[in-house]
Every structure is written in structure tokens, then in C-alpha cells.
């Protein structure tokens, strides 16, 4: 229970998880009146599996600025992100467009490199383009129009 509620929070910094992890630790030995070793109390935040949103698959999620033929999307899209989707490194960002439709956008590390596309909706012959500014990724897919930040795919 305490894995989601991290996730959860804007707690995400390495400090800040071993910091829980030793309030979770001493929880626990007084609930058993055992102590637990320092070794285990202070485990570092890597080795604990990156957890998941409450009642969704995601690990993360965001509202992402976008826009859509020119016209932005007030309050933004919302949009969830797998971490280590397929392979170690690799992600993936569903973004829900205001139609309710998903666009899924894939990423090895912190690098756009594609987005899903369709015959039946035009996208299959879309540019994908993407620009860095900082920790920030723009991302132009025909006249769809995202900008992820790089915290969103690392969990920092």
C-alpha cells in the first residue's frame, strides 16, 4: 500500500523513496517488535520495482499540453506512461485526445521514436518530428502536437 501512495506522490527523488523506505522499515518492526537490519532498511531506491498509478497500468501520469490542427487543448491531454514497456529503457505515453481516442507514443529512454498510426484515420503517412528544448520534448505528428517532459518517462 505505501508502493502506491510513492507513486502517487511528487516523492520520486532517490532521498525521498529511501527516506519512506526507512519509515515503512520502522513501521514494520514495531507492528513485530523485530528489528530490521539497516541493510534492508535502506535499500536503494532502484531495486524496488517501479510502481503502478492505483486502478490503472500506468506508472506515472500527467496532463501534457497538445493541440490538434492548430487549436490547444484547454486543461491540456491527459496521458499515462509504461516504463520498461518491451525492453529495459523503453517506454510508452498513451495520450487520450479530447475525441477520446489514444495515441500511443513510444520511446527508447528519454528519445520519441515513433507513434502508433492507422490507414483509417490518415496518420500513416504523418511526420513524426521531435525538438528538445531543456528536459522538454516537443512532438509534431501530422497536426497532432504534444510536449512531454523528460520527468514524466524517468519517474524524476
Not at 512532438?139 to 523528460?150: K, L, N
Request: aromatic share 6%; charged share 20%.
Amino acid at each position: 500500500m505505501k508502493k502506491a501512495i510513492l507513486a502517487g506522490s511528487a516523492c520520486m527523488t532517490l532521498a525521498c523513496l529511501s527516506l519512506a523506505a526507512c519509515g515503512e522499515a520502522a513501521d514494520d518492526a514495531a507492528a513485530t517488535d523485530e528489528a530490521t537490519p539497516a541493510a534492508e532498511a535502506s535499500a536503494p531506491a532502484a531495486e524496488q520495482e517501479d510502481a503502478l498509478v492505483p486502478g490503472t497500468e500506468y506508472h506515472a501520469t500527467a496532463l501534457l499540453d497538445c493541440s490538434f490542427d492548430g487549436t490547444a487543448v484547454e486543461g491540456g491531454c491527459s496521458a499515462g506512461v509504461v516504463r520498461n514497456w518491451g525492453a529495459p529503457g523503453a517506454a510508452l505515453v498513451e495520450v487520450t485526445k479530447p475525441d477520446g481516442m489514444k495515441r500511443a507514443i513510444f520511446y527508447d529512454g528519454t528519445t520519441p521514436t515513433g507513434a502508433d498510426s492507422a490507414e483509417a484515420d490518415g496518420s500513416a503517412g504523418w511526420d513524426f518530428t521531435v525538438t528538445r528544448d531543456g528536459d522538454m520534448v516537443t512532438i509534431d505528428f501530422g497536426p497532432e502536437h504534444y510536449v512531454i517532459p523528460d520527468a514524466l518517462i524517468t519517474g524524476g
